[in-house]
């Protein structure tokens, strides 16, 4: 009986990956070969090539990694482990179908190469594709967008070494689209930024959470939003400069996080660790926050003691000391090892955090500590998010039995810290709503 509800679990799960295989399959295969038949009938279908493309040689036994892909498509709805896992994964898969063919109809193209026959088994295979793959569907490529959501499902569920050699393969498919002479350039660029934002719209882990957001939040948004709009305006009008349109989307997103999203924006789970599609989508402006971590960090000590084991720091670069650590930063990736103790809870930069937060991390505080005798409490650079919960904690542990009286003592051990008004309002409340034993 013990064994019988994982097994339960398995069944089920595979009776679900099948009905979206038995969705997902034919809808592809209708819907692809509709629009591709569509396109081939129309006269206003272009072909975009670089002139270096010419110099990308034909190698026909790359059909081989290119036909797996559907192999491999099949197999990622039955390696899934959760019911919610198996579910947005199959949301990606279908939205990857129903937004590149929105492209196609929109954007025509055409693959402007004419393939050289082949012979043998790889001769055969491209008979087989070219009997239902046409010329077009190029924009963005759906290999490249499917190539991208499958590997994100296979990576999770491989040890180490096997998810290089799965990353090598997945690298051949996304190589051999051009290789077979099946798409250009652009087709590959177009199809990776649209598997990106698929994947990280539909995340599979968390969820994508609004809460009403208080003026100050609103000012930073309108500051972002600000800045993002001048990126945008900047990749528009300057020659070449569409790169800019990068920074421009990071800062949006982050903008719509203190418009309401909050941390979900960044994607990071209780390990500490930042969704792929997160890091890749918002590189702009994580870059520019490790930079300026590093910058404003030079003066101030890393980690500062406070009291009875808890330490108040910026986010750890080297992990000796202490043993613990409880992440409040929403915008850092841990690099630590796995084996190293680590909880996280996101909170928006320059913002305060609110009592409920405060409660849970507290919490966490306190699961940290029975395992452990040293805590690094840290945010960007140990200043204000870390310093108020710190604060906080001082005052829950009846160590200080006043707002002021905390704020002395961590400043005392490390003067740098600033705590707005505002910080300091959430602890006076604070202490009022669940201090009360304390007075």
Known sequence: MANSKPSQTTSSLWKQGLC??????????????????????RNDVASMVFNWEHAIPFIPWTIVPYWSIDLLYGLSLFICT???ELTRHGCRLLVASVVACIGFLFFPLRFSFIRPETQGIFGWL????????????????????????????????LGRETRFLCGGWFLLIAASVLTTWQHHFIDVISG?????????TIPIEGQWRWKRPSPHALRLAAKYATASALFSLLGLLIPYGSILLWPAV?????????????????????AGHLSLSARLLLWPYLTGARVSRKWFSRHIPSVSPILDGIFLGGFPG????????????????????????????????LTPPALQDIDAILLKLSQLR??????????????SRS????????????????????????????????????HIQVLETYKETRCQTST
């Open 192 to 200: 990776f930024i649209v598997a990106v934002a698929i994947s990280y």
């Open 370 to 383: 029975l395992t452990n005798d040293t805590v690094l409490v840290c945010c960007a650079l140990g200043l």
């Open 318 to 349: 080297k992990f000796t000391l202490p043993n613990a650590v409880l992440d409040l930063t929403a915008e850092f990736h841990r690099k630590a090892p796995s084996a190293f103790r680590w909880s996280a809870h996101p909170l928006m930069d």
């Open 82 to 84: 959760s019911k919610q």
């Open 20 to 41: 979206w295989l038995l969705l997902l399959g034919p809808l592809f295969f209708l819907s692809y070969g509709q629009v591709n038949q569509f396109t081939a009938t």
């Open 126 to 157: 491209f008979h087989q594709l070219e009997q239902f793959d046409l010329p077009y569907n190029q924009a963005p490529s759906l290999h490249i967008i499917l190539a991208w959501l499958l590997w994100l499902r296979f990576r999770q569920h």
């Open 250 to 270: 990071a800062l949006l997103i982050v903008s719509l996080g203190y418009a309401g999203l909050g941390t979900s924006v960044f994607q990071k789970n209780d």
């Open 387 to 422: 310093a108020t919960v710190v604060a906080a904690w001082l005052l829950a542990k009846n160590h200080v039995s006043s707002v002021p009286q905390a704020i002395a003592l961590i400043k005392h051990h490390r003067p740098q810290i600033v705590l707005t008004p505002a």
